[in-house]
């Protein structure tokens, strides 16, 4: 099946910091999605982004699907960005089977 | 608007005693999901349902069954459980968009213990 490997594995950040976070995988996606998990463990889809480039607010997300890899950048950080980062992704002719990373911890201290 | 919710939010088992985790949502949308998250594994896809009728199963699938009841509800069993199937459950779905189904919302999760 499709790999998927998340870099860093873990972060930890100055309140005002940036950060970027990168999504590796193996093969053709038609779908790629990056959430965001709290701490208290809800799961918040932060963009829907198989190619090109999206912002919202401080975060945005860039994906280069000939080379195989997703970026998301978190810019002036705050102690409320902290969790997990996930990628997830399928394969073509699916959009269903999403295959997760393993994720980013990542802390923002004040 | 609800999203997507999912009771219990915690349930704690014996070894070989059978449960049921409901899930429903009211976004109206046709593909629902079940994952588990353990830790350091990410979350793996138990079964799907692509659209009501239909189930089908995903990554982790052994051990559960489910059922799309309608639209709305879909509940993941367990017909006997095992200590290794102690994990956080977390429901999704998805909704018709621009070239299909993609962007999945989760609901809050269910931690399962079983002893």
């Known amino acids: 099946g499709i790999q998927v490997e998340q870099s860093p594995p873990d972060l930890i950040l100055q309140e005002g910091a940036n950060s970027t976070l990168r999504c590796n995988f193996s093969d053709s996606v038609n779908n790629l999605q990056w959430f965001h998990q709290n701490p208290w463990g809800q799961l918040i889809n932060l963009f829907y982004?198989?190619?090109g480039t999206k912002q919202n607010g401080r975060l945005s997300a860039t994906t280069v699907a000939t080379e195989r890899y997703s970026l998301l950048y978190i810019s002036s950080s705050q102690t409320t960005d902290s969790g997990v980062y996930f990628c997830?992704?399928?394969?073509?002719?699916?959009?269903?089977?999403?295959?997760f990373g393993k994720g980013t911890l990542l802390t923002v201290n004040p | 608007n609800a999203g997507v919710t999912q009771t219990p939010k915690f349930q704690v088992l014996k070894t070989g005693q059978s449960m049921t985790l409901q899930c429903a949502q009211d976004?109206?949308?046709?593909?629902m999901y079940w994952y588990r998250q353990d830790p350091g594994m990410g979350l793996r896809l138990i079964y799907y349902s692509a659209s009501e009728g239909t189930t089908d199963k995903g990554e982790v699938p052994n051990g559960y069954n489910v059922s799309r009841l309608n639209k709305r509800e879909f509940s993941l069993r367990l017909e006997s459980a095992a200590p290794s199937q102690t994990s956080v459950y977390f429901c999704?779905?998805?909704?018709?968009?621009?070239?299909?189904?993609?962007?999945?919302?989760f609901g809050p999760g269910t931690r399962l213990l079983v002893l």
């Open positions: 976004m109206n949308h046709n593909s």
């Open positions: 982004i198989p190619s």
């Open positions: 999704a779905s998805s909704g018709k968009e621009t070239g299909g189904e993609k962007t999945q919302y």
């Open positions: 997830a992704v399928s394969l073509g002719g699916s959009n269903y089977k999403l295959t």
